[in-house]
């Protein structure tokens, strides 16, 4: 929490009261930012930025499975207070990181890194698209479109028909990053620990 000087008086000597007032604002300060309800606030306004939703909308509105996993991977990393820079890595690519950079959540014998790309299934999506081509276009449209407001402060949507005219972005890069996204598929994962996965494996 922030250090808050108090006052000196000028013949030298601490303020009684600043200092009293300073302590109690310190030790509301630690309170707060130990409190759960710190990473549900915060969380919040992540999940905005995700767009996040508990169904994909659509004409059937259809479930997000487990999207609550997500929303609980949020509130667990802002109250560990989670670098940002691991932040950002988990959710473009928690599924790839190395053994060294994994996060693992003992508590609950979970790879927390797995969870941060399921923010990539909060888009909309129906239940058998007409056209299954202009289905994929819209999804991957949108995740770009997110990556670029969420973590570069760009709207890179419309460097899709043409070259940014302020901001150095091609239309050569959104197809670059179109293209990873397009190459990736929806799965899946298991986010157990290996030790919890095969605590019974000797008796079955």
């Known amino acids: 929490s922030p250090s808050l000087r108090p006052s000196i008086s000028p013949s030298g000597q601490r303020d009684g009261e600043t200092e009293r007032r300073s302590e109690a604002l310190n030790a509301a300060i630690d309170h707060l930012l130990a ?31 487990f999207a609550w996993r997500y929303r609980d991977y949020l509130i667990r990393a802002f109250n560990a207070d989670v670098p940002a820079d691991q932040l950002i890595r988990e959710h473009l690519a928690g599924d790839l990181l190395p053994p060294a950079q994994v996060r693992w ?35 991957i449209e949108n995740q770009v479109d997110v990556l670029g407001k969420a973590f570069q402060g760009l709207t890179l949507a419309c460097a899709r ?20 996204l397009a190459s990736s598929r929806p799965a899946q994962m298991t986010i157990d620990a290996p030790e919890w996965l095969n605590k019974n494996r000797a008796e079955l």
Not at 35 to 64: C, K, N, T, V
Not at 113 to 131: C, I, K
Not at 166 to 172: A, N, Y
């Open 35 to 65: 409190s759960p309800q710190f990473g549900e606030r915060w969380a919040r306004h992540w999940m905005d930025l995700m767009r996040y939703a508990d169904s994909h909308g659509s004409e059937g509105d259809p479930d997000i499975p």
């Open 105 to 139: 959540n003992r508590a609950e014998n979970l790879n927390e890194s797995r969870l941060g790309p399921a923010h990539f299934r909060l888009v909309e999506h129906g239940f058998q698209p007409v056209d299954t081509l202009d289905d994929q276009v819209r999804v």
């Open 161 to 180: 028909c043409h070259d940014h005219k302020f901001d150095p972005v091609s239309q050569r890069d959104y197809y670059a990053l179109y293209g990873v």
